[in-house]
């Protein structure tokens, strides 16, 4: 898939994603519709999924009970409490509030990413600037210190959440397959959605009109299933672009689509404007600084976690596109890739395919991948060495690669 099309994709995708703050708000605007709504919401991206899985992978998610303690806490951190802090927010804010600080869940990983802590601040306090200007543009002041104040700091709690969920995923939570933790995640925060609505006395779905069961059905199957879907699909092999145009795509397309449903809750005006420029500019800037499809996600995905690497050496081979071959010895390897040595030159970005023994009976298995750095040694035998990002991982060579982990563990910082 080119750029050009992953690019519309992109758009697409933004826009559907957008469309899911515009839908809540009509949804808690139209009647008493909160956590029974937000179980419907997530009961149906959950189908969506559980049917995307079938159909494509023909298979269907597995529960054991680490998975399900792991789907608890992504459950209440990801999704439950996020829904809550949104649906009560967008009872009185305007969508695109809501729209613009979620699009800096990215920011947030990307300032406290895995091993590396604080990185580049002034990038993250600068998108905050231009998200408090739009604060102030669409809803004066007391949106900075009025009543709608504890509105706003739950929209930027819940964003916190989701890319702390993030970080869970990959840190945390990488042994599971990402599609199967995302269903039984969602899965947990309806449960837990249903239960807040019995405890609260709140009125049944069945009290609905038609209307709202067509806004839940949206929220639910494209909003939120789809949407999140297309995006991992978008995500699979990511370029810098299509995800920037996506994560830009959020408040703008949020904007765009509330102008054309509740006209009213849209104010241009010098604040709004600028600060929704000084956002897009910054978000710019910092995909220029570190290539977005490291850092830029809005989904939980946990398939290009750079995982604890366990020192082995293991001869093997790697093919590059154009066919040659070339001998490896690999170093060290983790769930996201694999750290090796070569006798042959290779080059940053290249598309290669690498094979050596693995598996219980150590058959030869092999890995699509692509190269991400690479150095020149002074070993004689092996004169470069580098490090590749495992792509297109399927579930069978996943496991395989849990279980061959887990049986010869040994990390490298227990090893030093």
């Not at 269907?60 to 809550?84: D, E, R, Y």
């Not at 699009?103 to 993250?124: K, S």
């Not at 080059?347 to 050596?356: E, G, K, L, Y």
Request: aromatic fraction near 14%; glycine fraction near 8%.
């Amino acid at each position: 898939m080119n750029t050009l099309i992953q690019t519309v994709m992109a758009v697409f995708v933004g826009v559907l994603l957008a469309s899911t703050w515009l839908f809540t708000a009509m949804v808690v605007r139209a009647g008493e519709a909160f956590y029974y709504a937000i179980a419907a919401q997530y009961f149906l991206a959950a189908l969506v999924g559980l049917v995307m899985q079938a159909a494509i992978e023909r298979r269907l998610p597995v529960l054991n009970f680490k998975l399900l303690s792991s789907s608890i806490t992504l459950g209440m951190i990801c999704f439950f409490f996020p829904a809550v802090f949104t649906f009560t927010a967008l009872k009185e804010l305007p969508p695109a509030v809501a729209a613009m600080t979620f699009a800096m869940v990215p920011l947030w990983y990307w300032m406290f990413r895995i091993g590396r802590g604080i990185d580049r601040p002034i990038f993250f306090l600068a998108a905050i600037a231009g998200a408090v200007l739009y604060y102030v543009g669409t809803g004066g002041h007391e949106y900075i210190y009025g009543r709608h104040l504890y509105l706003i700091a739950g929209l930027l709690l819940s964003s916190f959440l989701f890319a702390l969920g993030s970080v869970f995923c990959k840190k945390i939570f990488w042994i599971h397959s990402p599609k199967g933790l995302s269903f039984w995640a969602m899965m947990m925060a309806a449960f837990a959605s249903c239960a807040m609505a019995w405890v609260s006395g709140e009125p049944s779905w069945s009290t609905w009109q038609r209307d709202q069961f067509l806004r839940v059905l949206y929220l639910g199957l494209v909003g939120t299933g789809l949407s999140a879907y297309a995006y991992r699909f978008l995500a699979v092999k990511p370029r810098n672009l299509p995800v920037l145009v996506t994560t830009i795509m959020m408040p703008l397309g949020s904007i765009g689509l509330t102008y054309l449903v509740l006209p009213q809750l849209v104010l241009w005006n010098a604040y709004s404007l600028s600060g929704l420029a000084i956002y897009i500019v910054i978000i710019a800037l910092a995909a220029r600084t570190e290539s977005p499809a490291h850092w830029m996600s809005h989904v939980l995905n946990n398939s290009r976690r750079q995982g604890d690497r366990v020192i082995c050496h293991i001869k093997g081979f790697m093919k590059k596109d154009k066919g040659s071959i070339a001998k490896i010895d690999v170093v060290d390897i983790s769930i996201g890739g694999l750290g090796f040595k070569c006798d042959t030159e290779f080059h940053v970005a290249d598309h290669v395919f690498i094979t050596f023994p693995l598996g219980q009976n150590w058959t030869q298995i092999t890995f699509e991948c692509q190269i991400m750095h690479r150095h020149k040694t002074s070993d004689a035998e092996f004169p470069w060495s580098g490090g590749v990002e495992f792509r297109s991982l399927g579930e069978e060579t996943r496991q395989t690669l849990v279980e061959f982990l887990a049986r010869i563990g040994r990390p490298i910082h227990d090893a030093a």
